[in-house]
RNA sequence: GGGCCUGUAGCUCAAUUGGUUAGAGCAGAGCGCUCAUAACGCUUUGGUUGGGGGUUCGAGUCCCUCCGGGCCUACCA
């Protein structure tokens, strides 16, 4: 039995994610997991929020609560539509927690010991009437170069020049709009990544078989320019982990906390320690998972992340481990993906543009988006959503292909036999074709699961299910009931255990439906086919059923229409 | 500006990494079936692989160039 453990990134609080945040990294790592609990391994999957930074502050002031209190409501939001998307973490865990300010204040304690913490002090934009030091993106004025009047610190959006906060005339707050900014001396702690380079790009090196798109962005920072750069693990903000080395204060850092982006990884590590603590489980039990001195040896860790995320796990974290010196377990594989766009444009969550995921839940089940989104998943390149694509996908694979196949074996039964798993008759050659056929297809399935080729695997999967309706045709059971009820019998008892094996392969991909079919099969075998012809003997002449009820209704040409309507725009 | 990814049938994607005649699903057309959610099955139309040039016995795949789409560029996270 293999060892599993699994991350998706982690989201921000700040609000509830868009199907595009959801397919980037939740779902597909929640696919995987759920796929390797099949097969009988043991997994642990953690997701978290990622609560601290600016954002937050600001989120928390316009909701008009204290931003502890905001976030722990937020994650209370996102918690329960993971939960509506049947996303099976072992733990969703909160960067804010003790376990990760203690984490992330021995990490940097460790890296401050091993002499990769420099302390700078550099010159930043303050404001009096925010009362607090602005990041570059929210100092607003006009761009020197275009005369842009909403160009940001960093960047003009409408030049896509690279500025300087200093270079902007006219500089204002975007939080208040107050033009009463100063520039103040302060200082902060930079991870001297720059001196761990070679050994990074040695680790990224050995990863030949990461996809491509991972690969790329790490060497992208590695060579870019004089080669990776150091970074600042500290900001001048109230809401963060107080930045301390191990237990102890940190001269000269009195008020000041670590970069999200810091603590945000280590939070995985911490995730586990809190899944330790809510079941009662000693420190060794979450350990086994991370250090390798202390049983992670065996484990496999793969991540799940958007392309955006990739720099931060490739270097900024795997620097952080290496540099503490301690045998922390590095990442395996790293899974990431493109952005999903949605009819024509991007999500956007200011715009409220596109479908969000706790509107995704209103206005239909879990499982017909785990189904879109999974089977077009953006591995190669940005995906498009489109209510026509969708539509005719779902209705098509799902209430067609499997929705259906299940509806005409069970109402056949009931209609000819009897909800009982009919006795009599003998399988042939047919079913004999179809087990090596099944035998074939679901071993395609397994390695495009175990490769996290989410769309292959999708592709493979729905091979699967049509192989059942090519040989219901060609078997006829309609047509040999009239002479041969036996053999008739003998096939619609195959049929049906057909229907709990592809409850069984479904189950990563949309878990609610399968959990419906084998309910209704009055079956709780949920082994996986590794033997394919007893795996289609499971369920015995004279076992009780019901017909379920339709698995998957059709979205009807109104309804897409309507939610087309409603989803292009703002918001509420 | 620089770097990277990407462009294959009307649509969404494959193509064992340079190897026979570029394949699937959907959509379209025809036929069949009547168990089933107007579902299912079979057959079939559809391509100068974005354009042009080159290397090679052989190019969707490698090189050059042009065109289109996208991402990143280190203080959002």
Avoid at 195 to 214: F, G, H, N, V, Y
Avoid at 397 to 410: K, P, Q, Y
Wanted: aromatic share 12%; glycine share 8%; proline share 5%.
């Amino acid at each position: 039995m293999a060892r599993h453990l699994i991350t998706s990134a982690i989201p921000y609080i700040n609000g509830i994610k868009h199907l595009g945040n959801l397919v980037g990294s939740q779902l597909p790592a929640d696919l995987f997991a759920r796929y390797q609990r099949g097969r009988g391994h043991e997994v642990m999957f953690l997701c978290a929020t990622d609560e601290h930074g600016t954002p937050a502050e600001l989120a928390a002031a316009k909701a008009g609560k204290p931003v502890a209190e905001y976030c722990a409501e937020m994650h209370g939001v996102q918690s329960a539509i993971a939960d509506g998307f049947g996303l099976s973490f072992d733990h969703f865990g909160r960067s804010s927690s003790p376990q990760n300010q203690k984490l992330t204040q021995h990490f940097a304690g460790k890296l401050f010991e091993a002499g990769l913490i420099e302390e700078v002090v550099e010159k930043q934009v303050y404001s009096k009437a925010d009362g607090r030091f602005l990041p570059d993106r929210y100092i607003e004025g006009t761009c020197p170069n275009c005369g842009y009047e909403k160009a940001r610190g960093d960047q003009c959006e409408n030049c896509t020049k690279q500025l300087d906060p200093t270079d902007l005339i006219d500089p204002r707050s975007a939080i208040s709009g107050s033009t009463d900014l100063e520039v103040r001396e302060t200082r902060h702690l930079y991870l001297r990544q720059s001196q761990m380079r070679d050994r990074l790009e040695a680790w990224i090196d050995s990863k030949s078989d990461w996809p491509i798109l991972t690969t790329s962005i790490a060497k992208k920072w590695l060579n870019d320019g004089d080669g990776l750069q150091d970074r600042g693990i500290t900001r001048d903000l109230d809401w963060g982990i107080p930045v301390k080395r191990g237990e102890e204060d940190w001269p000269g850092m009195e008020g000041k906390v670590f970069y999200v982006w810091f603590d945000a990884p280590i939070e995985y590590i911490a995730c586990a320690a809190e899944w330790a603590e809510a079941h009662g489980k000693p420190a060794a039990a979450w350990e086994r998972w991370w250090r390798t001195d202390k049983g992670a040896d065996d484990v496999r860790y793969t991540q799940f992340m958007g392309k955006d995320n990739v720099p931060f796990h490739t270097l900024s974290f795997p620097a952080t481990i290496l540099g503490s010196g301690e045998p922390w377990k590095l990442v395996d594989y790293i899974k990431s993906f493109n952005y999903l766009n949605y009819d024509g444009g991007q999500f956007s969550t200011s715009q409220g543009r596109g479908v969000f995921m706790d509107q995704a839940l209103d206005i239909l089940p879990a499982d017909y988006w785990r189904w879109w989104l999974l089977s077009h998943a953006p591995e190669s390149s940005d995906a498009e959503f489109t209510w026509e694509n969708f539509q005719q996908s779902v209705n098509k694979d799902l209430a067609d292909v499997l929705g259906n196949f299940v509806s005409r074996v069970t109402k056949f039964c009931r209609s000819r036999f009897s909800e009982e798993v009919p006795a009599g008759g003998q399988t042939g050659p047919r079913e004999a074709a179809l087990i090596e056929e099944l035998t074939t297809r679901i071993r395609a399935y397994e390695t495009h699961m175990e490769a996290m080729e989410v769309r292959k695997s999708a592709a493979a999967l729905r091979a699967i299910w049509v192989a059942g309706n090519e040989y219901l045709q060609e078997a006829a059971p309609w047509a040999i009931f009239k002479t041969d009820p036996d053999t008739a019998a003998a096939q619609i008892r195959f049929s049906l255990n057909l229907i709990r094996l592809y409850a069984v392969l479904s189950a990563p991909f949309i878990p609610d439906a399968a959990d419906r079919l084998l309910t209704a099969l009055n079956c709780d075998d949920r082994d996986w086919p590794e033997d394919v012809p007893s795996a289609l003997s499971a369920l015995a002449p004279g076992h009780g059923f019901t017909v379920p009820d339709v698995l998957f209704a059709k979205i009807t040409d109104e309804q897409r229409e309507d939610w087309q309507i409603r989803f292009a725009g703002v918001r509420g």
